[in-house]
């Protein structure tokens, strides 16, 4: 899966499941400041990665996650290895 796919999913994740408006969704938006999540949907989106990857992905991973584009290199990351 390339890093376009992991950001396409993922804004598809954050429009269906959080109801963030598309134009707030960019590379650099900060996920609890910017687009309004909060840990339970942390949570959730990453229990969706981990369907999307078929891996588990481990708490620590996403601890320091802020923005969407960290959470793209994460999963990219994580799919890589």
């Not at 229990?47 to 990219?76: A, M, N, W, Y």
């Amino acid at each position: 899966m390339t890093r376009d796919e992991i950001y396409e999913k993922l804004h598809e994740y954050l429009e269906d499941m959080f109801e963030v408006p598309p134009e707030l969704i960019t590379e650099d938006a900060q996920l609890y400041e910017d687009l309004d999540l909060d840990s339970i949907d942390a949570v959730d989106l990453v229990v969706k990665l981990q369907d999307l990857t078929g891996k588990k992905i481990p708490p620590d991973e996403f601890r320091t996650v802020r923005s969407v584009g960290d959470v793209v290199d994460r999963v990219h990351a994580l799919l890589a290895a």
